[in-house]
Structure formats: structure tokens, C-alpha cells
């Protein structure tokens, strides 16, 4: 009868070892899911207030500013930004930026060999451009 109940803990055990396991995955997964979502849609808006900007103070410098100072209050790294005349005299920005994951657990997967993939799973870079040029 003993050896019953111990055995019925066990199953217990790894019940919860699983559960545990699928919450850390699931939790990572949400962790990459959003950083990517993020960094896409900063660049894009730091694009468009770089656009603003520059309609409003015909400088490069200011329309770089604007960007910076977008993706700096969301946490995120401004790695460059380039501006490019049309024809028309119109200008349309092209933001590139970064950032971090922080993960619980697939920040180990660089120890078995996907130190590169993880690096730059974690790591989301994009490059999006203004929405309408000015």
C-alpha cells in the first residue's frame, strides 16, 4: 500500500515537472513573440517621427533625434537612420533598430551548438521606413 501512494506521487511529480516545462516554454515564446512585435512597430513609428520632425525643422540631426528619443523611451536601440529624396522632393526615413529578449530558458540553447540562432532570436533587428514621405 505504501509503495502505491509513492508511486502516485511520482506520477504527481512529473506532472508538475511538465507543466513547469510548457509554462518556461510558453512564457520564452511569449518573451520573443512580443519583443519582435515591439521593435517592428517602434521602428516604424520612430520612422514616421523622424518624418514629422524633419517637416518641421528641415535637418537631418532633428530627424534623428526624434527617432532616438522615440526608441529610447521604449527601451529600444536606434542602430541607424537614413533619409532618401524622391524625384518629387519628397523624403521618406528608413529606421533601423534592436533589442533584447529576455528569456528563462532559450538563452541556454547557445551551450548545445545554436549559439547563432539564439543570438539573433533574441536579438530582433528591423528595418521599417516612414509610412508616407514628406
Not at 505504501?2 to 516554454?25: E, K, T
Not at 525643422?57 to 522615440?70: D, E, F, I, S, V
Not at 549559439?115 to 509610412?131: E, L
Amino acid at each position: 500500500m505504501r509503495y502505491a501512494r509513492l508511486r502516485r506521487q511520482d506520477g504527481a511529480i512529473w506532472l508538475f515537472a511538465i507543466i513547469a516545462i510548457f509554462a518556461i516554454v510558453l512564457l520564452d515564446g511569449f518573451a520573443l513573440f512580443h519583443a519582435n512585435q515591439s521593435v517592428r512597430d517602434s521602428a516604424t513609428a520612430a520612422a514616421n517621427e523622424a518624418r514629422n520632425a524633419y517637416s518641421q525643422t528641415p535637418t537631418l540631426a532633428a530627424a534623428k533625434l526624434a527617432a532616438q528619443n522615440y526608441l529610447d523611451r521604449a527601451g529600444i536601440t536606434l542602430v541607424s537612420l537614413t533619409g532618401t529624396r524622391a524625384t518629387d522632393g519628397s523624403i521618406t526615413f528608413t529606421v533601423t533598430a534592436k533589442t533584447h529578449a529576455d528569456t528563462y530558458a532559450f538563452k541556454y540553447l547557445r551551450y548545445v551548438g545554436l549559439k547563432k540562432w539564439v543570438v539573433k532570436t533574441s536579438n530582433p533587428t528591423v528595418t521599417r521606413s516612414s509610412d508616407a514621405p514628406q
